[in-house]
């Protein structure tokens, strides 16, 4: 094999090798985000990057406690009455839409509010005790 070919297929294995695991990466690096928005959107997710972030003391921990639980639930309202309106604007939309569907098309809108209906992706498998690994099993 001449030396001109061989320098050449190393650079495209390289360049290959380099995509490919630059694919890998990215698509670690996006599911760490995701995951970590779903957190947000879980009762305690607020705890764990808080706290983490400020290490409290056991004494500390004591005191702040009741803190974090009560603004816990202010959150947990607050999105439950958010995803209540955006459930109610949904049907307004449905509603004045439907007249001017098919059957086919009424039948993906369905489909789409049948969706739209559920909790956020992640939310309902935030506090059951599995970590993601175990819960990858439980995702259609």
């Known amino acids: 094999m001449n ?18 695991i630059g694919f890998l ?15 947000n959107y879980a009762q305690k997710g607020m705890d764990y990057r808080f706290l983490r972030a ?40 449905e509603e004045e839409l439907k007249p001017h569907l098919t059957t086919e098309q009424i039948n993906r809108l369905s489909r789409i509010k049948q969706k739209f209906n559920n909790k956020p992706p992640g939310f309902e498998n935030h506090n059951r005790g599995k970590g993601r690994k175990q819960r990858r099993g439980n995702r259609n």
């Open 3 to 20: 030396l001109q070919l061989k320098n050449t297929l190393i650079i495209i294995a390289t360049l290959f090798l380099g995509i490919i």
């Open 25 to 39: 990466v990215n698509g670690r690096l996006s599911q760490i985000r995701i995951d970590n928005m779903r957190q």
């Open 54 to 93: 400020l290490n409290p003391t056991d004494k500390q921990m004591k005191v702040i406690r009741p803190i974090f639980d009560k603004y816990n639930n202010i959150r947990m309202e607050n999105l439950e009455e958010h995803w209540k309106t955006e459930r109610e604007i949904f049907d307004n939309f």
